[in-house]
């Protein structure tokens, strides 16, 4: 059983940053690919950046110059670094892992294995 612990959601103005982080536990393989996708009310959920477990990325469009996706695998931590956020931002989001979906198309197809409980993000 695989644990996702997200963190570092809150409030912000536009313009301004946050760093998300999520803890994995549990029965982790290395080859897991990590992520995180994103959901606004009312919104279908969005597949905002991935990264694989060789360290290939793929970002989406709307947030690509502005986020950067990293990890440390000694600490088992994800992090998603957030500049420039713009209120379209707003939205809950989720820690992800092991990815069902080639990674060209996982963002689209936002299917994963393992998802985490969630943290908002407000944008102002």
């Known amino acids: 059983h695989v644990q996702l612990v997200e963190s570092g959601g809150g409030s912000v103005q536009a313009g301004g940053s946050l760093r998300l982080s999520c803890v994995h536990s549990?029965?982790?393989?290395?080859?897991?690919?990590m992520g995180w996708v994103r959901q606004a009310p009312g919104k279908e959920r969005e597949g905002v950046v991935v990264?694989?477990?060789?360290?290939?990325?793929r970002y989406a469009n709307s947030v690509k110059g502005r986020f950067t996706i990293s990890k440390d695998n000694a600490k088992n931590t994800l992090y998603l670094q957030m500049d420039s956020l713009k209120p379209e931002d707003t939205a809950m989001y989720y820690c992800?892992?092991?990815?069902?979906?080639?990674?060209?198309?996982?963002?689209?197809?936002?299917?994963?294995?393992?998802w985490g409980q969630g943290t908002q993000v407000t944008v102002s």
């Open positions: 992800v892992a092991r990815c069902w979906s080639k990674l060209e198309d996982i963002l689209v197809d936002v299917d994963f294995g393992y």
């Open positions: 549990g029965y982790w393989h290395s080859n897991y690919c």
């Open positions: 990264i694989a477990d060789d360290g290939t990325t």
